[in-house]
T-cell receptor
Framework: KQEVTQIPAALSVPEGENLVLNCSFT??????LQWFRQDPGKGLTSLLL?????REQTSGRLNASLDKSSGRSTLYIAASQPGDSATYLC??????????FGPGTRLSVLP | DTGVSQNPRHKITKRGQNVTFRCDPI?????LYWYRQTLGQGPEFLTY????????KSRLLSDRFSAERPKGSFSTLEIQRTEQGDSAMYLC????????????FGQGTRLTVV
């Protein structure tokens, strides 16, 4: 069974800190891995897509890595800001294009 | 293009009533997905379409649920004889083609069954 887990479940940090969110997946036959942001009561906003042939992707203060052999992905957020407060979800994309989501990490960045 | 659009944004219905949600994907995206999300959980896959063909359905999609995508454009998700356990956020997403492409989600429809 394809499962995705995320650690930690919640994280609270002061503004300006660098932080790492972790995502683990059980099925290494992953096609892509996508990171999303979700604000309370809202839909999902795509942050980064890493294809299986890639090891990392960067967008602004965000950097995501993918290690298929260990079944892990990390999302690195540099110089965190209060506006980064949200739930961050990772999703493994398998060949059938079915996205398998983790439960998310709820991030609070304190001013 | 304004992205994936879902309507209505919120729906409150009485138990036993039927409800229908609509999703308009990004133009020319031929894949369309429906997910369900309950509070504090990640989205769970319901079904997806490649153009007008429904290619996969989750076991979560009971007989009371039906989805269509006529002409490969917008999609509807209908729930018949709603139950309180159907209360959730229903999310729609689209992506442009097979393999390695990014999915874009709508703002979701929040269903409350009372």
């Amino acid at each position: 069974k394809q499962e995705v887990t995320q650690i930690p479940a919640a994280l609270s940090v002061p503004e300006g800190e660098n932080l790492v969110l972790n995502c683990s997946f059980t099925d290494s036959a992953i096609y892509n891995l996508q990171w999303f942001r979700q604000d309370p009561g809202k839909g999902l906003t795509s942050l980064l897509l890493i294809q299986s042939s890639q090891r990392e992707q960067t967008s602004g203060r965000l950097n995501a890595s993918l290690d298929k052999s260990s079944g892990r992905s990390t999302l690195y957020i540099a110089a965190s800001q209060p506006g980064d407060s949200a739930t961050y979800l990772c999703a493994g994309v398998y060949y059938g294009q079915n996205f398998v989501f983790g439960p998310g990490t709820r991030l609070s960045v304190l001013p | 293009d304004t992205g994936v659009s879902q309507n209505p944004r919120h729906k409150i219905t009485k138990r036993g009533q039927n409800v229908t949600f609509r999703c308009d994907p990004i133009s020319e995206h031929n894949r369309l997905y429906w997910y369900r999300q309950t509070l504090g959980q990640g989205p769970e896959f319901l079904t997806y379409f490649q153009n007008e063909a429904q290619l996969e359905k989750s076991r979560l999609l009971s007989d009371r649920f039906s989805a269509e995508r006529p002409k490969g454009s917008f999609s509807t998700l209908e729930i018949q004889r709603t139950e309180q356990g159907d209360s959730a956020m229903y999310l729609c997403a689209s992506s442009p083609s097979t393999g390695g492409t990014e999915a874009f989600f709508g703002q979701g429809t929040r269903l409350t069954v009372v």
